[in-house]
């Protein structure tokens, strides 16, 4: 490592690392029966969550406490998914708590290095992927022996600069952790807009003030069924599944559909044309008609593409509008509202798998006003969704710029940006010719055999 800043030194992560253990043996369960250990998903977070430990029941009594946590110990997951490979957390001492399987126990020489500090510096080290990147890797898991892990390299700062720092991030990393938070809230909310609007649009209060301008009741909404405003066409009543073939037409269905409500045809299944020509003797595409989800996946109203050769899974209905009495968009509209999926789906089916049929969906009541209310109510609706379309987009693009903003602290803090020098702190270089002169190389602690 080059480049330190004045008064810093570079050094390996086992000299500043007194013992490096691994955890107690012993079956764990999560019925509170026995003493507390940590687990994986205990510093999932990267700080000590004691919601989330286990307990062992049956243990060495004469050993035990050489695993009880003291305050300062660092716990950190070296064999897990290179995701979260290298995560850490700074036992505070609160509580009781025993060191687990799975997790490293890391006691630093607090005459070199604070705790905080280097839970702080194996933060930014995880975030550059530098534990990733020379970890052993197999099958859907990573892992960093002891040895490996005690030669990564350290910037270490003198011990003071080292408290500044700490303090420094404790408090700007909190601010950003809280707003990550409050931002996490928004998103739940925006999509309750979303459901609110659909409640609103499709009982008649968003064009409530409309109708009370033209003068018209709101009487004439009427009751009916779906059958008599759409035609219901259940796409393969077979529920055969066509062969796929390499070069073929989209077969689409409900799981094709993205976030974006279009379809993905280029990553739908293919299949030959002798399934369109089946799919054109029931039916013909015209402009407006969607289709509906009714197995597994229910709902998700969609517009099917004009123009196109393809044909339709058996997961999903296709519904047709009879532009007479029902415009298109409207009658989506319909049917994505809250009320109706509550009238279609039923809740007390014991099934695995959720699914209803063509003639429920047929026979199903909605209400509708005329054409001109239906129309004005998708022109509003368009407008309320592009407006919660902008907000969620603002949203999207705060939670990417929070996000950058823990690895560029981090970055800053170990360059000697983050808080200022102060020339009379003792030199980093001097704490570590202390330390080397009077301390051991790092322990490396194997685990015991279970009694």
């Not at 739908?268 to 399934?275: Q, T």
């Not at 003797?281 to 099917?304: E, H, M, Q, S, V």
């Not at 999903?316 to 809250?338: M, T, W």
């Amino acid at each position: 490592m080059t480049g330190v800043p004045n008064g810093w030194v570079s050094a390996r992560l086992g000299e500043v690392v007194a013992s490096m253990s691994n955890g107690m043996p012993g079956t764990q369960n999560k019925e509170g029966v026995g003493i507390p250990v940590s687990r994986i998903e205990t510093i999932a977070a990267q700080k000590i969550d004691f919601g989330r430990i286990g307990f062992i029941k049956d243990y060495d009594t004469s050993s035990i406490e050489r695993y009880r946590l003291q305050d300062g110990d660092v716990l950190f997951s070296h064999i897990n998914s290179p995701a979260h490979l290298g995560k850490t957390a700074v036992f505070s001492g609160s509580g009781r708590l025993y060191h687990g399987i799975n997790l490293l126990r890391l006691v630093v020489h607090r005459e070199a290095i604070l705790p905080k500090m280097f839970d702080y510096y194996c933060k930014s080290m995880r975030l550059r992927g530098e534990f990733a990147m020379r970890a052993q890797h197999a099958v859907n898991q990573s892992s960093i022996n002891q040895a490996k892990l005690a030669q990564f390299e350290i910037s270490l700062p003198p011990l003071a600069e080292q408290r500044r720092i700490a303090d420094k991030l404790d408090t700007v990393l909190a601010r950003v952790d809280a707003c990550r938070e409050r931002m996490a809230r928004v998103m739940p909310l925006l999509k309750r807009l979303r459901q609110s609007i659909f409640a609103v649009a499709t009982s008649g209060r968003l064009s409530e003030d409309w109708r009370d301008g033209a003068g018209i009741s709101s009487a004439t909404w009427m009751t009916t069924s779906v059958d008599k405003v759409a035609d219901i066409v259940d796409p393969h009543p077979s529920h055969r599944t066509p062969p796929e073939v390499a070069d073929g037409i989209p077969y689409i269905s409900i799981g094709d559909l993205e976030a974006t409500g279009q379809f993905n045809l280029d990553g739908s299944r293919k299949v030959g044309l002798d399934v369109l020509a089946e799919h054109r003797a029931r039916y013909t595409i015209k402009d407006g008609d969607f289709i509906f989800g009714k197995i597994g996946t229910l709902g998700k109203p969609t517009k099917l593409p004009v123009g196109l050769d393809y044909t339709i899974s058996a997961n999903v209905l296709l519904i047709q509008p009879k532009a007479e009495v029902a415009n298109a968009a409207f009658l989506r509209l319909v049917f994505a509202s809250p009320a109706f999926m509550a009238s279609v789906v039923d809740q007390s089916s014991s099934t695995s798998q959720a699914a209803f049929g063509i003639k429920k969906m047929r026979g199903t009541s909605i209400r509708l006003p005329s054409i001109a209310e239906q129309s004005e109510i998708v022109r509003r609706v368009e407008t309320l969704f592009a407006f919660a379309d902008r907000l969620e987009a603002r949203l999207t693009q705060a939670q990417a710029a929070t996000d950058r903003l823990t690895p560029a602290l981090l970055a800053k803090a170990f360059r000697g940006e983050l808080v200022p020098q102060d020339p009379a702190d003792e030199p980093a270089a001097d704490l570590l010719r202390r330390l080397n002169s009077q301390a051991q190389p790092t322990k490396v602690a194997r685990r015991p055999r279970a009694a």
